[in-house]
């Protein structure tokens, strides 16, 4: 068994060798895409039997003719809930996943690629028996090209080892623990453990696709917004290539607008364009024009020949951002965040991509006046972040380094490796705002002040034109007073003769991180973690807090997360804990904190935790999940949705 684990984590090193870009697939005059979504073929390997799959070669033929169990199984979707087995939704390891497709016989003079929306964890493929790529992270995209692979007009089949295994060098991290104690575990028995409160759903998440693409084609876009004036938006942008002539071939990119009118021009690989009396992108609530999207086309032209090569069309929007020690702007506005922490999960597709449960969640989003959410804890699906660009929602863009630890180069190298993809994936939106690179770290320890420095330095050199926040949690002075008056007088109560003494930690005192950072954000459950039911000093210990971290660092703050669980349909009155009536209390005075927080001017933002329930590790606190949501997990409306609706209705900025 350990031999088996230690394969998982050695595995964990190897990457897939992928392009430099990873546009979106997107069909074109030149472009051609085939979705292998559908029901594939399915199977788990053993506890005991972790390695069996590869010692037996299950990649070289159909998986239903090897010696395992064979399920079917929905791509895209978490494999966890779909079965009435827990051995299925509790598997820790490799999973095995098989399909057979068909290339048309037209691509055989292209350039094809697969490309994996994403696979949590780690994922190996095969084509036709042959391993052509594999990649280490479970929320963002990769690809390999694999035309030398595919047989043109004949059956293919692709195979795809997917493992759930997080250790201490993956992000977010993990650890398989071995129990024994043979009085109460078998021999070999161990679990997966992690300090994130939400569920490690696994499978492939999101859309796999082939895409035929010219031998000469635009593998990567960068457009970026420099500067604006009451009649002209000034663009730059740059275009990589790929294949064996690109000298062959000249760029020229023309910008449309949103009725398709081309606005404007230029030629070259990297080149400056400017769009007379521009329609910004706005966020909602700011402006009439909200979410105003352009087309920048890029097409390839071969000057001997006197033809047309590669086209993509990239949707864009025209906006600038900046930030000062008390606020972030867009288009030269201050921005109030109202809005949420949120997860991609939802009943039985856990965290696969679903296009019914995301196109209801920004109708609820809609409905109760939010303008922003953060992508709590990890990156979310294209898809979703394609509407947030056309809806105008603020988005928060976070990769999944949650509660992080043991600050080591292996896992500062892990952390770097998901801050390039996530930045590639989304540089180009104008809905993303903010980079997060992680949440509520152990950021007191000496050797995260180093590793968090370097991480946000290069964030700004992949892209100096958003601010760079990480979200803070270290327990505040009321947290540990509280703590401390309770323990004491429990531990007085046992023994009167000796003094009681505690080691305190002040968390903007002691917190590395908040220095290198442009805006602060920080999570708070005042009433709920601590003082517990005392919603009474609420107002009084946010309004502390917040300062207190601005006072030190003269930087904007944002109130990423607040909150209480809530159980549908359970009142009391007067209100306690867990109750539709507490919720609503609870937020009542954080509300009070934040008109006080914002009339001294460096709140710039309330987002409440959670957006709806979600699914969490079995555990004795939690009633199948985390009840914090203002919506019930299948997005019903608790008392606390419509409370928070006239909150956001009356919020401006």
Avoid at 99 to 125: C, E, H, L, M
Avoid at 192 to 210: K, S
Avoid at 214 to 221: A, R, S
């Amino acid at each position: 068994m350990r031999r088996c684990m230690l394969l998982t984590i050695l595995l964990f090193c190897v990457n897939g060798m992928h392009a430099t870009g990873i546009l979106y697939p997107r069909s074109s005059e030149s472009r051609e895409t085939l979705s292998l979504d559908g029901i594939w073929k399915f199977a788990i390997a053993n506890r005991s039997e972790q390695n069996k799959g590869f010692e037996e070669k299950w990649y070289r033929a159909a998986l239903q003719h090897c010696a395992v169990k064979v399920i079917d199984m929905p791509v895209p979707s978490s494999y966890n809930d779909i079965t009435q087995d827990s051995n299925i939704r509790d598997h820790i390891g490799w999973a095995w996943y098989h399909r057979d497709f068909f290339v048309p016989k037209t691509w055989k003079s292209q350039r094809v690629n697969i490309r994996f929306g994403s696979v949590n964890y780690f994922a190996i493929v095969w084509i036709n028996g042959v391993e052509v790529t594999s990649h280490s992270g479970g929320y963002l995209p990769f690809d390999v090209e694999v035309t030398d692979h595919l047989k043109f007009g004949h059956p293919n089949f692709i195979t795809v080892a997917v493992n759930n295994t997080l250790t201490p060098w993956t992000i977010p991290q993990g650890k398989i623990v071995y129990h024994n104690d043979s009085q109460r575990y078998p021999a070999g028995y161990y679990e997966q453990q992690y300090n994130f409160d939400f569920f490690n759903y696994a499978g492939i998440h999101r859309p796999v696709i082939l895409v035929a693409t010219p031998k000469t084609y635009i593998d990567d876009i960068t457009i970026n917004t420099t500067n604006l004036s009451d009649s002209e938006g000034v663009l730059s942008y740059s275009v990589e290539l790929g294949g064996s002539k690109v000298a062959a071939y000249s760029v020229i990119a023309e910008v449309y607008d949103s009725r398709d009118r081309l606005v404007a021009q230029s030629k070259g690989l990297t080149g400056e364009i400017r769009v007379n009396n521009p329609n910004l992108w706005w966020p909602r609530g700011m402006n009439e024009s909200v979410g105003y999207l352009y087309t920048l086309k890029i097409q390839l032209w071969n000057d001997a020949k006197n033809v047309e090569g590669d086209v993509y069309r990239l949707p864009f929007g025209i906006r600038l951002i900046h930030w000062n020690s008390t606020g972030v702007y867009i288009n030269g506005k201050s921005v109030y965040f109202k809005g949420f922490g949120r997860h991609e999960d939802a009943n039985l597709r856990g965290r696969g991509l679903d296009l019914v449960t995301l196109t209801k969640d920004y109708n609820l989003m809609r409905w109760i006046e939010a303008n922003s959410f953060r992508t709590s804890h990890y990156p979310y699906s294209e898809e979703l972040m394609d509407l947030a660009d056309q809806q105008g929602f603020l988005v928060i863009d976070e990769v999944p380094a949650v509660g992080l630890d043991n600050f080591d180069d292996d896992l500062l190298e892990a952390h770097k490796q998901a801050m390039k993809e996530l930045i590639q994936r989304d540089k180009n939106r104008p809905a993303v705002v903010m980079w997060s690179i992680g949440n509520e770290p152990q950021s007191q320890k000496q050797v995260s002040a180093l590793y968090f420095d370097t991480v946000v330095q290069l964030v700004h050199q992949l892209d100096s034109s958003r601010p760079v926040t990480l979200v803070l949690n270290k327990a505040s002075n009321q947290d540990v007073a509280s703590i401390f008056t309770r323990v004491t007088n429990f531990t007085r109560s046992l023994d009167l003769a000796r003094p009681v003494t505690m080691v305190l930690a002040q968390s903007y005192a002691s917190d590395l991180a908040a220095q290198f950072l442009d805006v602060i954000c920080i999570n708070r459950y005042f009433g709920w973690y601590s003082d517990t039911g005392h919603s009474e000093l609420i107002t009084y210990q946010m309004i502390k807090e917040v300062t207190a971290w601005h006072d030190k660092h003269s930087k904007p703050v944002l109130v990423t997360e607040y909150g209480a669980g809530a159980l549908a349909g359970l009142h009391t009155d007067p209100p306690v804990v867990w109750t539709e009536d507490y919720q609503v209390v609870l937020m009542e005075q954080n509300f009070k904190a934040f008109d006080q927080l914002r009339e001294m001017g460096f709140l710039i933002g309330e987002m409440i935790w959670n957006f709806a329930d979600f699914a969490t590790p079995q555990e004795y606190f939690r009633p199948t999940g985390c009840m914090k949501g203002v919506f019930t997990r299948d997005r019903q409306p608790k008392f606390a949705a419509h409370f928070l609706r006239r909150r956001y209705a009356q919020l401006l900025y």
